[in-house]
T-cell receptor, first 113, second 105 residues
């Protein structure tokens, strides 16, 4: 059983479209995260979210929004996609935001044409 | 200056060598994380530590809170250790830029 899963694995879309990436964890964790890894392979955390608090990296454009229908899911919505949004997006989860190991999903490669 | 800095950026080694990757940070932390990203892209959490030392097989991570410094050591390195190693202060959303390690047979 996959602990943290993401769909789709690959996403190719046109500039200006709105798209979502889904993430689910079956570990019973309280905190989930979204990361972006750009073409230079730098990993940047975008959001940290639990049922009490959303922490947003201030450099993330407000076109990006996390949405959590329940504790096991944290989906990433992206509006008005731009070329620079092309990257690999990773979802992760942990039991708590500070003192627990993180478990990562396999990543979603987004290509904006 | 980045709040989390790693060195070296790139590291090559022969199989069997002892590897050290360093991480210095300038912020207060609850814990420091070491992550490994394989060439295929998958990311694995190696260690989360807030004091002292942890060991997992051939991997050892140490942290000195007073000096704000952590090290990741790999003993008897192997080509399958080739990956990018990243230190991170996750509760502050701060990541190092990673160290790319290549171990040759």
């Amino acid at each position: 059983d996959t602990a943290v899963s993401q769909t789709p694995k690959y996403l190719v879309t046109q500039m200006g479209n709105d798209k979502s990436i889904k993430c689910e964890q079956n570990l019973g964790h309280d905190t989930m995260y979204w990361y972006k890894q750009d073409s230079k392979k730098f990993l940047k955390i975008m959001f940290s979210y639990n049922n009490k608090e959303l922490i947003i990296n201030e450099t993330v454009p407000n076109r990006f929004s996390p949405k959590s229908p329940d504790k096991a899911h944290l989906n990433l919505h992206i509006n008005s996609l731009e070329l620079g949004d092309s990257a690999v997006y990773f979802c992760a989860s942990s039991q708590d935001p500070e003192l627990s190991e993180q478990f990562f999903g396999p990543g979603t490669r987004l290509t904006v044409l | 200056k980045n709040e989390v800095e790693q060195s070296p950026q790139n590291l090559t080694a022969q199989e069997g060598e002892f590897i050290t990757i360093n991480c210095s940070y300038s912020v207060g932390i609850s814990a420091l994380h070491w992550l490994q990203q394989h060439p295929g892209g998958g990311i694995v959490s190696l260690f989360m530590l807030s004091s002292g030392k942890k060991k997992h097989g051939r991997l050892i991570a140490t942290i000195n809170i007073q000096e704000k410094h952590s090290s990741l050591h790999i003993t008897a390195s192997h080509p399958r250790d080739s990956a990018v190693y990243i230190c991170a202060v996750i509760d502050k959303l701060i990541f190092g830029t990673g160290t790319r390690l290549q171990v040759f047979p």
